[in-house]
C-alpha cells in the first residue's frame, strides 16, 4: 500500500484525490464508482480539474518523501521514540478529566434547511445553498445524489441534474443564528459559537443546578399546530408524545428519562428530566420550537470527542458517551480518522501511506510519527488515539482576527469588484462592532480563476472598526493588485477581508487613563486612608510624624499647622477626624483634597489654582506662584526658594536620607557638589558641570527648565518603592 501510494499519480491517484468523502452525514451507501466517475468527467479539462491535479502531485511528494525518511529509521530511534510517547501517554492518562460534560450542537444543514423553511416547495426537492463555483451546504435530499459542501456547483449538476441552486442570504441566516443563541445562552451563559450553525457548550453547572429544579421549570409548551397534530394521534398523552420525540431521535440515548412524571403536564406540553441527555434533547426542542429547524448533539467529556459524537445521530438526533475511560476508549477504537476534526484530506493521504486508517492503528504507530511529523502533530495524534481533547471552553480568549469572504463565479470588472469589496467590509465592521474590537492590519485575501491565492496585508498606526476605515485600506490593497494585472483585467473567483492585530475595549481603557483616575483617593468616607491609596507625599509625611511621636520631639504648632494646610492633606494627618460625604480628591497644585462626586466643581478648582500660580508670575516657567513659602514634606522645614526644580530636589536628598535610614543603610552624605546642585543654580561653583564621584549616586539635570516630573534617584539596590512596601 506504501508503494501504490508513493506512485499516485494522475491517473488512479488523481482519482482517489478527487474521490467523494462520503463522511458527512446522510451520504452512507452512496454508489462511490458512479460518483467518482462522473466528477473525473466533469472536472476534466477545467481549471478546478488543473488545481486539484497540482495539488495532487504536490501531496504525492511530500508522500515520497516521508516513506523515504521511513526507510531510513533505525530500530533503535524507534524504540527511543516508543519510549518518548509511552512516558508522555502516561503523562496525559493522569491529566485525564472526565468530570465535565461538554456538548456540541450542529444544525442540520443549516442554509438550506432556512431556505426550505422560507420556501416550503423546496422540502421535497434535492437544493443546495451557494453558486455553480462552489456550494456552502446541501439538503439531505442532494445528499443522496452525492451533492456536498465544498463541492464546485456545475459538478453537483452533473450528479444531480435536478439540483435546485439558492444563493446566499446571509442576513437571515444570522437572524435565525441569534435565535438559536439565546436559547444556548440559558444552559451554558459562555458558551463558545464556532461558526452561524454550531457551537460548543459546558453544561456541567446546569445540570448541577437542574437536579434541584421542579417540574415547572422543566416543561416547555409545543407550538399550536403540533399540539393540535399530537391531539390528532401523534401522541394520546402529552408524556407519550414527549417519548414518542425521543423515539424519533434516538430509542437507545434516553434510558435514563423518566417514563411517568409523577402528574401529568398541561396538554401540549413536554416534561424534560434532570440527566444530561434529557436537557439537551430540551435544548434541542427548544431551538425547533423557535426556529422550525432540527439540530443534532454529542455529549462528551471533552471537545475532540463531543464534535464526533454531533454526527453520529444526524439528521435531528443526539449521542452521548459517558463519563468512563473505557467507555471512551471502546468509541475510540474503530474510529475512523477522517471523522476526528483536524485530519483534513491531505493528513488522512499520509496516514493511509503508513497503512493508518483508524484511530486505534494510529495509537499503535505513534512512536514511528513522532519520528516523520513535527512535535505539535504527533503529539495531536496522541491525545486523539487516547480519547482526550479540551474540557474547557475558553470563549473569551484572545482573537486573532476576523474575516469574511466569498465564493462566485468570474468576476472582472473593477467596478464589480470594488463594490464586493465594500460590501465584505461592510459586513466585517458589523461583526466586529458586535465584538467591540478594533484592529490595526487589513488583509485582502484573493483567489484568481486559475485557483492561485494570494493575500495583501496593510498594518496602521491606528486601530480601525467602521466600515470606512476598512474599506479605505482594503480598496488601496485591491487597487494595487488590479493595476499589477493590467492591462489585462483581474480575474477572481473569491475575495476575502481580514482584520487582525485586535485591540479590545479593556485594553483600549487601559491605555487612556485619566488623571482622574490618578487624583482620586477612593476611600470610603469616615475611613482612614489605606496607606497603599496614599499619594507619595502622603506616605512621606505620615512617616515623618510617626518618627517624631516615637522620638517625642516636640513641634512649633504654627509650623505643624502650616505643614497641614499647605503641604499634606488633612485627612492623612488627622485620620481619626470623619471626612466628608462623597468621594475625595486631592488637587495636585495646592495639595488640598476636595470633597464632592462633581468632577467639574474639582476641575475648576484646579484652574483656579493653575491660573493663581500663573499670575504670580507668567513667563516664568516651574515657579511657584503662590506668595506662601514652599516647605519640604519630608523635614517640614520652610524652603527659600519658590523655583520648582530646586525645591524637588530638596525633596529627593530628603527622601534619600530617610530612606537608607530607615532601611538600615547609613545616611546619604550630602557632599559640596550635591548641595551645589541642589541649591545653587544647577552647576557647581567652579561653573562646571557636576561630574560622577565614585561611590555615590548623583542627580543630573538642567534647573533652568521645567521639572514636570523628576528625575530617577539612583540609589543601589533600594528604591523608593521598596519603602513603602
Not at 242 to 259: H, I, K, M, Y
Not at 573 to 601: I, K, M, N, Y
Request: net charge neutral.
Amino acid at each position: 500500500m506504501e508503494g501504490q501510494a508513493g506512485a499516485a499519480g494522475c491517473g488512479e491517484g488523481f482519482h482517489s484525490w478527487m474521490a467523494l468523502n462520503d463522511n458527512k452525514a446522510g451520504m452512507e451507501g452512496l454508489d462511490r464508482d458512479k460518483i467518482n466517475k462522473i466528477i473525473m468527467e466533469t472536472s476534466k479539462g477545467s481549471k478546478f480539474y488543473e488545481n486539484e491535479l497540482k495539488k495532487e502531485q504536490q501531496v504525492d511528494q511530500r508522500i515520497e518523501r516521508m516513506l523515504q525518511q521511513k526507510a531510513q529509521i533505525s530500530e533503535q530511534q524507534l524504540r527511543k521514540a516508543q519510549a518518548q510517547v509511552e512516558k508522555m501517554a502516561a503523562d496525559l492518562e493522569r491529566g485525564r478529566d472526565l468530570g465535565r460534560v461538554i456538548v456540541h450542537v450542529d444544525m442540520d444543514a443549516f442554509y438550506a434547511a432556512v431556505e426550505m423553511r422560507d420556501c416550503p416547495e423546496l422540502k421535497d426537492k434535492p437544493m443546495a445553498v451557494g453558486s455553480k463555483g462552489m456550494l456552502s451546504t446541501s439538503n439531505y435530499h442532494a445528499r443522496r445524489f452525492g451533492v456536498r459542501a465544498a463541492m464546485p456547483g456545475f459538478i453537483a449538476k452533473k450528479l444531480c441534474p435536478g439540483l435546485v441552486i439558492v444563493q446566499h442570504n446571509f442576513e437571515k441566516y444570522r437572524a435565525v443564528s441569534a435565535e438559536v443563541r439565546e436559547v444556548f445562552a440559558d444552559y451554558d451563559p459562555h458558551f463558545l459559537p464556532v461558526s452561524l450553525d454550531e457551537a460548543y457548550l459546558d453544561i456541567t453547572e446546569h445540570l448541577r443546578q437542574r437536579r434541584g429544579w421542579p417540574e415547572s421549570l422543566r416543561t416547555h409548551p409545543v407550538r399550536t399546530e403540533d399540539a393540535a397534530a399530537a391531539a390528532d394521534g401523534e401522541g394520546e398523552q402529552p408524556e407519550s408524545q414527549g417519548d414518542s420525540d425521543a423515539d424519533s431521535l434516538s430509542p437507545v440515548l434516553f434510558e435514563d428519562s423518566p417514563t411517568s412524571p409523577p402528574d401529568p403536564p398541561p396538554r401540549g406540553a413536554v416534561v424534560f428530566g434532570t440527566d444530561a441527555e434529557e436537557a439537551v434533547r430540551e435544548m434541542r426542542f427548544r431551538i425547533e420550537q423557535r426556529t422550525t429547524l432540527t439540530a443534532s448533539a454529542g455529549i462528551a467529556p471533552n471537545m475532540m470527542l463531543a464534535k464526533v459524537c454531533s454526527d453520529k445521530n444526524k439528521p435531528n438526533g443526539q449521542y452521548r458517551i459517558p463519563a468512563e475511560r473505557q467507555a471512551v476508549m471502546d468509541f475510540i477504537q474503530d474510529l475512523p480518522i477522517r471523522k476526528v476534526s483536524g485530519i483534513g484530506k491531505v493528513t488522512e493521504r499520509m496516514l493511509r501511506a503508513l497503512e493508518i486508517t483508524t484511530c486505534s492503528e494510529l495509537r499503535q504507530k505513534v512512536a514511528l510519527l513522532s519520528l516523520l511529523f513535527s512535535e505539535v502533530s504527533w503529539h495531536h495524534f496522541l491525545q486523539i488515539s487516547l480519547g482526550l481533547g479540551s474540557t474547557h471552553i475558553e470563549r473569551d480568549n484572545e482573537r486573532k482576527s476576523m474575516s469574511t469572504e466569498r465564493t462566485f463565479g468570474e468576476m472582472s470588472s473593477a467596478e464589480e469588484q470594488y463594490d464586493l469589496c465594500r460590501e465584505l467590509c461592510r459586513d466585517l465592521a458589523q461583526d466586529l462592532q458586535k465584538e467591540d474590537l478594533k484592529g490595526k492590519t487589513v488583509t485582502v485575501k484573493l483567489k484568481n480563476v486559475n485557483f492561485e491565492v494570494k493575500t495583501r496585508a496593510s498594518t496602521l498606526s491606528s486601530v480601525v472598526s467602521s466600515e470606512e476605515e476598512i474599506f479605505a485600506v482594503a480598496k488601496d490593497l485591491l487597487k494595487t493588485e488590479i493595476d499589477n494585472a493590467s492591462p489585462h483585467p483581474l480575474r477572481l473567483r473569491l475575495m476575502g477581508v481580514r482584520v487582525s492585530g485586535f485591540v479590545s475595549c479593556e485594553d483600549r481603557k487601559s491605555l487612556q487613563k485619566s488623571i482622574i483616575g490618578f487624583l482620586q483617593a477612593g476611600r470610603i468616607p469616615g475611613r482612614p486612608a489605606e496607606e497603599g491609596q496614599q499619594s507619595f507625599f502622603q506616605r512621606a509625611q505620615a512617616l515623618r510624624l510617626r518618627r517624631e511621636a516615637g522620638r517625642g520631639d516636640p513641634r512649633d504648632p504654627g509650623d505643624s499647622a502650616s505643614s497641614s494646610s499647605s503641604s499634606c492633606p488633612s485627612s492623612s494627618l488627622q485620620p481619626s477626624a470623619p471626612a466628608g460625604p462623597g468621594e475625595l480628591f486631592t488637587c495636585p497644585v495646592c495639595f488640598r483634597e476636595q470633597e464632592g462626586t462633581d468632577l467639574r466643581s474639582f476641575n475648576r478648582h484646579v484652574d483656579e489654582c493653575l491660573s493663581a500660580g500663573g499670575s504670580e508670575a507668567p513667563g516664568k516657567a516651574g515657579v511657584w506662584g503662590s506668595g506662601a513659602p514652599l516647605t519640604c514634606p519630608v523635614c517640614n522645614k520652610k524652603q527659600d526658594t519658590r523655583d520648582l526644580a530646586l525645591f524637588n530636589r530638596h525633596v529627593d536628598v530628603c527622601l534619600n536620607q530617610d530612606v537608607l535610614q530607615e532601611l538600615g543603610e547609613g545616611p546619604l552624605s550630602h557632599s559640596a557638589n550635591v548641595t551645589a546642585t541642589a541649591w545653587g543654580k544647577g552647576k557647581p561653583e567652579n561653573g562646571h558641570s557636576p561630574t560622577k564621584p565614585s561611590g555615590k549616586n548623583k542627580r543630573h539635570g538642567s534647573p533652568h527648565l521645567p521639572a514636570p516630573k523628576k528625575a530617577k534617584v539612583l540609589v543601589p539596590g533600594n528604591t523608593i518603592d521598596r519603602f513603602f512596601r
